[in-house]
């Protein structure tokens, strides 16, 4: 079935760790676009979300590191950041091996990918998920793309591993949901945190909006550094989504800089008809 | 050059919570499975998060170290551009600084300032 439902957001820890810092008005407006996103993805009654995350060195390292990975499990465990720190109570959260392994599957029909059945989830799932499922109702099956390590995932790779997800989405008989999360412009974990290119970060989401392949490809990873920070290399998760949603537009919900946040926060869906739910 | 296995270690430590108990336990003895200069030794014994920083340690691997020794955000961030001002700039990699020392780049909202320029840069 052709996926259900197709968007992007901000994944930053200080979201939910920094809360506190942050001026509240920006701040609660941001947290009811998130929210809405969540309620929108539920209406879409997904059987489950594939969380396609930039994680940072929590289960892949330099030893090993992949391009492309999958998880295939039952369940996983999160945050592997310290719970107080993140302000993500420890849980586990459902996967389900068996729609993953058949995924998986499918992906692997046009791009090379590594799976994994032990996967420890950060805060580049476990920020979104505790705005869009946050009773953790919805199995979940965590991406990653290689935004961390250089030599880091190309571009136009990004773009066609996307496009395998949108085939395995449609392959399968499953409502699947794709969700592609980090920042866009940002300079994390260094003293430049709460540095953002608000301009950059409103062009490269108005590339993503009308879903421009050569646009959205079009950067190199050097002037990428030099303009959006080590932190704007996540753009891989978007382009990913952006071609996974097969040419739909998009809508911006929600971008605004909140610097103690280190990101422009976003909330960006494509427009996709949902399929009807079965009668089952 | 061993930066790669300061970062194994703190890869490791950072997913187990079984190694956490053994470095609060015997920090150096915690170590010596990894090939570590002296100096990164005693980085990450004391822990100095400037001077990791500094010798190029990736800033996710470093973030989550720091939260584990319950180091406050702008601390944390002290700690980074202490680092620097004492040792010079990061030796490699990408997480480096291009802001000033004295730069205030994401301001702590205070409801009680008119102005947007607080910060809180001590624990």
Known sequence: ?280 | MTLYAVQKFLFELNRSPSLQEQYLADRTGVLEPYDLTGEETDALVEPDIGKLFHLGVNGQILMRFAAFHQIEWQDYLQRMRDGIAEHGPVREGVYAMTTGLDDVVAPVHDPAANTNDSTERTA
């Open chain 1, 1 to 280: 079935m052709p996926l259900v439902f197709a968007g992007v957001c901000s994944h930053a820890p200080g979201i939910t760790g920094r809360a506190h810092m942050a001026d509240p008005e920006v701040r609660d407006s941001f947290y009811a676009a998130f929210r809405q996103m969540g309620d929108d993805l539920r209406a879409a009654e997904p059987d489950a979300v594939v969380i396609i995350a930039a994680e940072h060195f929590a289960n892949f390292f330099m030893n090993n590191m992949p391009s492309f990975a999958i998880g295939m499990s039952d369940s996983y465990e999160g945050p592997i950041e310290d719970p107080s720190w993140l302000g993500i109570e420890r849980r586990d959260i459902p996967g389900d091996r068996d729609v993953s392994r058949r995924f998986i599957t499918e992906v692997m029909q046009h791009s090379d990918v590594a799976y994994a059945e032990e996967w420890k989830f950060d805060h580049g799932i476990m920020v979104p998920l505790h705005f869009l499922t946050p009773d953790y109702d919805v199995p979940v099956i965590p991406v990653n793309v290689n935004c961390q390590g250089p030599p880091l995932t190309p571009l136009h790779r990004a773009w066609a591993f996307g496009e395998s997800i949108g085939r395995a989405c449609a392959a399968l008989p499953e409502r699947i949901a794709v969700i592609g999360t980090g920042g866009i412009s940002h300079w994390p974990a260094t003293p430049d945190s709460g540095q953002i290119n608000e301009a950059w970060d409103r062009d490269f989401m108005d590339r993503w909006c009308r879903n421009d392949r050569n646009a959205l490809l079009d950067y190199d990873d050097l002037t990428v550094y030099t303009d959006a920070g080590q932190g704007g290399f996540e753009i891989r998760t978007f382009i990913t989504v952006a071609a996974a949603a097969g040419g739909a537009s998009g809508t911006v919900h929600f971008l605004e800089p909140i610097p103690i946040f280190a990101v422009s926060c976003t909330v960006a869906t494509y427009d996709i008809p949902v399929p009807a739910t079965s009668t089952t």
